[in-house]
């Protein structure tokens, strides 16, 4: 008789439903709202700290945007502050999204808005602009 044991290799960063809710996020856009993922990532990032484990990176990174999307700018910078002291390669993209919230309110075009937008002008024959409450990424 042969007992095979394995191990799996212990992770350093607690993922939670970070992978999930991204991809969610960009499968079907709308269909997860920022409050959800918001109430699911704070919930996460909780069970993380009880277990001394780190978020991966982007985490705090996304967090920050879906709190740029409900308009809360401060708790924005925080999390983006916090993914740049955590990742300091993320330096130069948190610092553009942290100059981002700086500017006035204003809706500004992600990159997969930006590509609907440009569809449905060709689509219709006009430029009237389509707006989305994303980062200019």
Not at 17 to 44: F, N, R
Request: hydrophobic share 35%; charged share 25%.
């Amino acid at each position: 008789m042969v007992v095979l044991t394995g191990c799996a290799a212990p992770t350093i960063y607690y993922w939670g439903h970070y992978e999930e809710l991204i991809y969610a996020s960009y499968a079907a856009p709308g269909k997860v709202s920022p409050e959800m993922q918001v109430e699911q990532l704070e919930a996460d990032y909780q069970k993380a700290r009880s277990e001394n484990k780190r978020m991966p990176p982007g985490f705090h990174a996304h967090l920050g945007y879906l709190y740029y999307q409900l308009g809360k700018t401060d708790q924005a910078r925080q999390e983006f502050e916090t993914e740049k002291a955590n990742f300091p390669e993320s330096a130069v993209f948190m610092d553009r999204m942290m100059a981002t919230l700086k500017k006035p309110p204003s809706r500004v075009i992600v990159g997969r808005d930006r590509a609907f937008r440009r569809r449905r002008e060709c689509e219709s024959g006009s430029s009237e602009s389509y707006e989305s409450p994303g980062l200019m990424i």
